[in-house]
């Protein structure tokens, strides 16, 4: 037996939005960690990059699929195809996420709905389609990935805001429901993570973020792909319809 046994050894995980930054991150220490993988992404190119890079690292290659998380028939077919490779799924990544940031005085129906959209509906849509095989296991993890933002808003971004704030009511809605089958749901809200999106901000910008944290650096992926590896382990299995704020105590 080894002394240091994989934290999700056999189980079986889809990841969503796994193409790039936290997902990225989440895919590869799930991997690392003895999980079978489902990969995905709008993006086919970089998802057959990550799982070219888990192949090389030793572990088991992931079954990939490109769809859009707002197509609940796409969705349904990944889970199908999950199914039908692996027997199972036992954890649910809810990653997949965009942003259209704007004033709202000036933001567009066609941003608003976009946000909404892939934010908050494809996250419902990947939950529901996963809670059936789940429920009949009597067993499962759903993550969702909410922000900080969902906790405080932000000027420029009341599409997202309220994407995300509604990722908090589903995940505590959808806890309720679920737990009798031993199903946790819980959340995770990043606060300002060092991502493509963080490294495009004006120096003017990132000072005024850093001045909010109080640890006074920005977050890494890797330390939100810790906390979900948390949530999806054995190590809480007594936590349901919570949310974990990873943000240097930027919302304490």
Known sequence: ??????????????????????????????????????????????????????????????????????????????????LDKFGRVDILVNNAGITRDGLMLRMSDEDWDDVMDTNLKGAFICMRAVAKPMMRQRAGRIINMASVIGLIGNAG???????????????????????????????IAPGFIDTEMTRAL???????????????????????????????SDESNFITGQVITVDGGMVM
């Open 1 to 82: 037996m080894s002394l240091n046994p994989k934290k999700l050894e056999g189980k079986v995980a889809v990841v969503t939005g796994a193409s790039r930054g936290i997902g990225r991150d989440i895919a590869l220490l799930f991997a690392s960690e003895g999980a079978k993988l489902v990969i995905t992404a709008r993006n086919e190119e970089l998802l057959a990059s990550l799982a070219d890079e888990i192949k090389k690292a030793g572990h088991e290659t992931p079954l990939c699929v490109a769809l859009d998380v707002k197509d609940s028939e796409k969705v349904d077919e990944m889970v199908d195809k999950t």
């Open 157 to 187: 971004q009341a599409n997202y805001a309220a994407s995300k704030a509604g990722i908090i009511a589903l995940t505590k809605s959808a806890a309720k429901e679920l737990g009798s089958r031993n199903i946790l749901i819980n959340a």
């Open 202 to 232: 004006g120096d003017d910008i990132k000072n005024t973020i850093l001045k909010s944290i109080p640890v006074g650096i920005f977050g890494k992926p890797i330390d939100v792909a810790k906390t979900a590896l948390f949530l999806a």
